[in-house]
């Protein structure tokens, strides 16, 4: 397993734009489909992207493609999440996930290891 921190969440006004980073611990890093996720007050914890180990594939949720990007630097073992043209609706705690057997699995939810979250808040 790796362990995960998050950062780089605040609040912001719609329209602007915000990076996340995620910082995983160990060696193994490269061998970790890596993900991003939210929950957003009151509803349940939803995929947001996700990369593969090589970072040659990624997937987007539909309520964010186009708007966000996720990338990996295993060499930094960091993997960031670049948010442009927020809306209110992005308003969640975003968490890092990682999973080693695939990325259906990260999309699924079916992951080895979680962040423990940082705050984003989009204001209107």
């Not at 362990?3 to 780089?8: D, K």
């Not at 329209?15 to 509803?43: I, N, V």
């Not at 992005?90 to 699924?108: E, H, K, L, R």
């Amino acid at each position: 397993q790796v362990q995960l921190v998050e950062s780089g969440g605040g609040l912001v006004q719609a329209g602007d734009s915000l990076r996340l980073s995620c910082a995983a611990s160990g060696r193994t890093f490269s061998r970790f489909h890596m993900g991003w996720f939210r929950q957003a007050p009151g509803k349940e914890r939803e995929f947001v992207a996700v990369i593969t180990w090589s970072g040659l594939s990624t997937n987007y949720a539909d309520s964010v493609k186009g708007r966000f990007t996720i990338s990996r630097d295993n060499a930094k073992n960091t993997v960031s999440l670049q948010m442009n043209t927020l809306k209110p609706e992005d308003t969640a705690v975003y968490y890092c996930a990682a999973a080693v057997s695939s990325i259906s699995s990260i999309i699924s939810g079916r992951v080895d290891s979680w962040g423990q979250g940082t705050q984003v808040t989009v204001s209107s």
